[in-house]
DNA sequence: CTGCTAGCATA
DNA sequence: GTATGCTAGCAGA
């Protein structure tokens, strides 16, 4: 049976209008009933198939109704101009997405659906009616039915009734005895929706009704009888006509109402004007396709030419290409320098790497350079390489002064493997590495963020090449050399493989990337630019109180002694407390302390949870866990980070590595800054010491419940989003549902519950999970698993339907389309199985959580630098961001950090950051 | 000197 | 129950 879909786009203009809080396009046209309305329509063409379709507007000018009634609508205000601007981009879209739209003059937009419903179902069509307004029920019939897409409620005969307590073809009886104050229609006073479904079950109908109309008791009755007069009018104000002449406008029938071609240039172009960024991605990708047909596959003599050969599918790994010739020199002579400045400043793209002495990038000194512009062509120029054979080598400074306009040009476009590194090996030298296109290493993290990306494992997959290993020339460990004593051939071969190996690299992945327009986002809006600022964050470095931290060792040092000797006297022996072995010695074997878990390898754990069960009944494992715990503030911390400033900068510099997280989180290392402890009083006295120098201050702004806003989000819960729409304590609002409370009931108790399973559902938790984080039986927590989802049904859906995703293709993706793999996920080993499910729930999370907080830390760095502010940016703690501000930036700083990071997307939920401001890091958090 | 384990710091 | 990095201890070079 065919289908018509009638979408009542007035009621969703003004519902898409009043229902998302403010949004605007960045020139500040007003965006969020557009927003609204452009959502609606992508849900429904999802969820339901029609044959036919049509949204019908409201035309402008007067109706048959303000003749029979000039008051009719006069109390409604005007169209508000926010929404009124929205109209013309509304149709736009409606139109674009190949939907037919009917605006008929003289007559409302119920008026016309109305008649098509009546059409269709003389003809025996089924007609969806999709609105929100209850006038409407009076056209369902068996053929003919209301699903209001926002609030999913469908509405058929009997659904009418049992709403209304009146059937379809009493409503406008019903509508006319109740009246309508937004339309200004009068009905009986004091006869509400009670009363008139009363009246209509003892009468049957209006006309019975007034017929009888003696015989009603009381005030509302001697109300009928004022009223029966203006009565028919009522009714005939509030009576849908079904007998629209559409002649004109359809006159093929319903073959005018089929969905026509969509437009997604149309589209693409909408949403980037109103910076839907994720429409944005989504249209790229449908433009991309059609605008683009498949070429050839054709030889090019510049390799790194600006367009894709090949559209190739990046879930197609690439077939490693055939052997190519090499041609490596070495730059030795001022001919060959000439000539290859010559060659670089030609290209369009040229492939870039630096030789160094050290793999800490601020203190890494340049040894030598390699280029290459031509797969299996490349070129080394050595700078500094020293030695038994320090021979022909071109001056260092004279050699550097040439090359600096090509490495600091905009124009002449870079790609390395890392060019982060290479950059801060240059700007140690005073060069600032510009032109930066594009980085291999991302290309490889955003393809498949599972697999390794250093370029030896690269090269064997994606070109079927083996390259020279490092460890091969310079040897490893302890008896390895530095580049600089490496002989000029090998140093040759090796470096300007890389060069090579890198730009064949380049041009076989970019154009993987290029075919899917969600990773092509993720490489070049997300990991691209944010790549630009970590490199700022490590240059800027964080100033930490050394004397702080020392003076914290010593006093932390004292306390650990007067530990080791209780612990000695409680175990009557001295032992090395920092040794679990030790431990577990004189645990079970001497004392016979009960065994409550075991290690992995199956030794007796003696793990922090042990410990503190232990230390219920016995005193020595108290005195284990204060020396446990401040020995590795001490080791990792106290001691450590004195030892880590810069002595050229006075400062701390982290690495960002940006691709070992699989989830598209960074990591942080040399030192880790993003594991600074904040749980413990005595860990906070360690953020004390990460201080803002002089005239500023450490400003820290954090996401609010970021990941959980996600599944929001990803799940589209309904529950869920108005908790946080309404800006509610998440998990209480979480425990006031499961537990069936109000809001001010929730007690402390069932608070701690509701943020367990909060925590627990983003980490794709089991029962059992829950049950040892709650210390409750396992079938208590799963009854309280049960009742979560029965509160929440949208999450409890979206868990399962990303686990059947994960298995079905293999991987899981963030809002922003970025790719994480789970290779476990078909593993016939359950418990991997198993791990790589829960994995599946949490990525998508935990992912565009990344992609979020990079996503503003771009947009931070860019407002800071077109604002030309000094404020820096220093840290990035996966969803805080912690800037060094001077006072004089402070109020602007305090206000625009939250507002940017809280707009760099537009979810289903608001976003919100809160921002702190101190002296230090543990004052501004 | 290198690689592994247990344990623990963060989001 | 997700994702990381670092430390000490220890075993086998």
Redesign the pocket.
Known sequence: MATLLLIDGSSYLYRAFHAIRELSAPDGTPSNALFGFVNMLKKLRQQTHADYIACVFDAKGKTFRDDIYPQYKAQRPPMPDELRVQIAPIHQAVAAFGIPILMIEGVEADDVIGTLARQASAQGITTIMSTGDKDMSQLVDDYARIENSMTEEVLDRDGVFAKFNVWPEQIVDYLALIGDTVDNVPGVPKCGPKTAAKWLAEFGSLDNIIANADAIKGVVGQNLRDTLQWLPTAKELVTIKCDVDLSSELPNGFDDLKYQTEDSATLLQLFTRFNFRTWVREMEGKVGQAAKPETPKGITSDLFGDEPNEAIPAEVSSIPAAPVERHYECINTSELLAKWIDKISAASMTAFDTETDSLDQMQARLVGMSFSVQAGEAAYLPLAHHGADTPEQLPFDDTLAQLKPWLESADHKKVGQNLKYDQHVLANLGINLAGIADDTLLMSYVLASHEKHNMDDQAARELGETTIKYEDICG?????IGFAEVDLDTATAYAAEDADITGRLAHTLLPRLQANAGLHYVYRDIEMPSRQVLYVMERNGILVDANKLNRQSHDIGLRLIELEQQAYELAGQPF?????????EIFFDKLKLPVIKK?????????????SELAKDYPLPKV??EH??L???K???T??LPLMINAATGRVH??F?QT????G?L??????L???????PE??KIREAFIAPAGCKIVSA??SQ?ELRIMAHLSGDAALIRAFEQGLDIHKATAAEVFGVSLDEVTSEQRRYAK??N??L?????A???????EITREAAKTFIERYFNRFPGVAEYMEVTRAAARDAGYVETVFGRRLWLPAIKSSNGAQR???E??A???PM?GT?ADLIKLAMVAVNHWLIAEKLSSRLLLQ????LILEVPEAELDLVKAKLPEIMASVATLKVPLLAEVGVGENWEEA?
């Open positions: 490893k460990g302890a008896k390895q090395n407390l920092g040794s679990p072995k030790q431990l577990g290690t992995p390898k199956g030794a007796p754990s003696t793990d922090e949870e042990v410990l284990l866990l446990r715990s020995s590795k503030l080791s990792t911390y001691d450590k982290t690495s590595n070992v997280a699989v989830t989180r990591s942080s290392s040399d030192p880790n993003q594991n600074i402890p904040v749980r413990t860990g906070r954090d996401y970021i367990s399973i925590f627990g983003i980490y794709g938790m089991s059992f999970g829950l049950a040892a984080q709650l198993a791990g790589a829960r994995a729930i949490n990525a935990q959580a703690v996966h969803d805080e958090h």
